[in-house]
């Protein structure tokens, strides 16, 4: 059952009074036009607020963020001022002992790398963080490259039977013959490693060697390993410096157990007494 609402008719009168237009709109309206009207205030209050507020918000945001900015360009300028004389006295420092790692290089038939004040004077501009990560990254490199494929320390630690040069015939003890390398003493069965990093160009009997391994190194570098009764890795092989590579034995031109121990540099032999110690 529909109920009839209360309306009440309003009419509106021009000013001259000509005309007139009644509507008819609900008897509580009219009966209760203050509630409504505050109800409707209230709302224009609460949406003019909310707008008040959403935009002192996003002043605030606005100012963080400039403050923010402000901060990090501040940090950054910190950042990038770097103090000269400080700067030259550690570039100094670290070039002092590089040149000290390349007189071992070049004592040792290595080609010295050039530091940052080789080769002129050393310029008064100062360089940037970069450059000089770049520069010292790049070099140490190179030394580590060198580090890693330049034969070093002992393939067998034992001591020195025979040296490197001249030396009386070890079969019949007349005449003189020449030595290529180290004999050095060891058992039978011992275990000999590679000194350096490269890659395994021989591996087999080889003459007078007996049992042979020769191991091709960077910079020119080779190294022989002679009289092994037992050969560890194969041709084409590459290894790392310390790699277990043979056992230790007497085959070949041999008097008993050793290691015979060679290093060729660019087709040359030289004195491996020369790269057991750095």
Same mark, same amino acid.
């Given at each position: 059952?529909?109920?009839?609402?209360?309306?009440?008719?309003?009419?509106?009168?021009?000013?001259?009074?000509?005309?007139?237009?009644?509507?008819?709109?609900?008897?509580?309206?009219?009966?209760?036009?203050?509630?409504?009207?505050?109800?409707?205030?209230?709302?224009?209050?609460?949406?003019?607020?909310?707008?008040?507020?959403?935009?002192?918000?996003?002043?605030?945001?606005?100012?963080?963020?400039?403050?923010?900015?402000?901060?990090?360009?501040?940090?950054?300028?910190?950042?990038?001022?770097?103090?000269?004389?400080?700067?030259?006295?550690?570039?100094?420092?670290?070039?002092?002992?590089?040149?000290?790692?390349?007189?071992?290089?070049?004592?040792?038939?290595?080609?010295?790398?050039?530091?940052?004040?080789? &080769? +002129?004077?050393?310029?008064?501009? @100062?360089?940037?963080?970069?450059?000089?990560? #770049?520069? !010292?990254?790049?070099? $140490? *490199? %190179?030394?580590?490259?060198?580090?890693?494929?330049?034969?070093?320390?002992?393939?067998?630690?034992?001591?020195?039977?025979?040296?490197?040069?001249?030396?009386?015939?070890?079969?019949?003890?007349?005449?003189?013959?020449?030595?290529?390398?180290?004999?050095?003493?060891?058992?039978?069965?011992?275990?000999?490693?590679?000194?350096?990093?490269?890659?395994?160009?021989?591996?087999?009997?080889? &003459? +007078?060697?007996?049992?042979?391994? @020769?191991?091709?190194?960077?910079?020119?570098? #080779?190294? !022989?390993?002679?009289? $092994? *009764? %037992?050969?560890?890795?194969?041709?084409?092989?590459?290894?790392?410096?310390?790699?277990?590579?043979?056992?230790?034995?007497?085959?070949?031109?041999?008097?008993?157990?050793?290691?015979?121990?060679?290093?060729?540099?660019?087709?040359?032999?030289?004195?491996?007494?020369?790269?057991?110690?750095?």
């Amino acid at each position: 059952m529909n109920r009839k609402r209360n309306k009440t008719t309003v009419i509106f009168v021009s000013k001259n009074q000509n005309s007139s237009k009644p509507i008819q709109v609900p008897t509580a309206y009219v009966l209760h036009w203050k509630k409504y009207f505050l109800g409707i205030l209230g709302l224009f209050l609460m949406l003019v607020g909310s707008i008040f507020y959403l935009i002192r918000s996003n002043a605030n945001i606005e100012l963080s963020k400039n403050k923010l900015q402000a901060a990090l360009l501040k940090s950054k300028d910190q950042l990038s001022v770097i103090d000269t004389s400080l700067l030259k006295k550690h570039y100094q420092s670290i070039d002092k002992k590089l040149l000290t790692i390349n007189k071992y290089l070049k004592a040792r038939g290595l080609k010295p790398i050039l530091t940052g004040n080789e &080769g +002129g004077e050393q310029s008064d501009d @100062v360089l940037s963080n970069e450059e000089i990560s #770049e520069f !010292y990254d790049n070099y $140490l *490199s %190179k030394i580590t490259y060198n580090v890693a494929y330049t034969p070093m320390g002992y393939p067998h630690l034992g001591t020195i039977t025979s040296g490197f040069g001249h030396r009386e015939n070890p079969f019949t003890g007349e005449n003189v013959e020449t030595h290529k390398g180290l004999d050095i003493r060891a058992s039978y069965g011992d275990l000999v490693k590679s000194t350096a990093n490269g890659k395994v160009i021989f591996a087999g009997k080889r &003459g +007078g060697y007996g049992n042979c391994i @020769v191991i091709k190194h960077g910079n020119g570098f #080779e190294t !022989y390993y002679g009289h $092994l *009764s %037992k050969i560890l890795v194969k041709e084409g092989e590459n290894i790392t410096a310390g790699n277990n590579i043979g056992r230790v034995g007497s085959t070949g031109r041999s008097t008993g157990p050793h290691l015979h121990y060679e290093v060729h540099q660019n087709g040359k032999v030289v004195n491996p007494r020369s790269f057991l110690t750095l």
